[in-house]
């Protein structure tokens, strides 16, 4: 089974707690978990992580080179500012998408600016912690995996 790494930034621990309204109610433990039971429905792998550390995210980055055939990756905050997990996500070879839970057009102006999306293959923003659950159906799709619902 092909797998993907869910990489998640600074903040998400906190989702669901920190201004659900403009965030949601459900926790990462809850995507976690619908995104394990889609990926089990599509045939994929799942390494689900967060980190408040930008180096951390680097590295988990880095070993997907070797071991995952795709990323879902929600930066948050660093969407903006990291040019180091831009380096890194230009090294994978494999999809990217990039998620945000809320619509960050809509936001401040300085988050209408993504280095992710430099390299990301999609951009999923403002559809909840149901993006999760679309750019694990777009790396499936474009991995051709098999088993899609």
């Known amino acids: 089974m092909p797998l993907i790494a869910v990489l998640n930034g600074p903040n998400l621990n906190l989702l669901g707690k920190r201004q659900p309204e403009i965030y949601g109610r459900e926790t990462l433990a ?28 680097v590295d988990w980055i880095h070993d997907a080179r070797e ?15 990291s040019v180091a997990i831009l380096d890194a996500l230009n090294a994978f070879e494999g999809p990217v998408v990039e998620v945000h839970v809320s619509n960050v057009h809509k936001r401040e102006s300085f988050r209408h600016h993504s280095f992710v999306s430099l390299r990301a293959d999609g951009v999923i923003a403002g559809c909840g912690t149901e993006g999760y659950l679309l750019a ?13 619902t």
């Open 30 to 57: 809850d995507v976690e978990t619908a995104c394990r039971t889609l990926a089990a429905e599509l045939g994929l792998d799942l390494r689900f992580h967060q980190s408040n550390h930008e180096g951390q995210i």
């Open 136 to 148: 694990l159906r777009h790396v499936s799709s474009r991995l051709g995996a098999r088993n899609r």
């Open 67 to 81: 071991t995952a055939a795709g990323i879902v990756i929600n930066p948050a905050a660093l969407t903006h500012t």
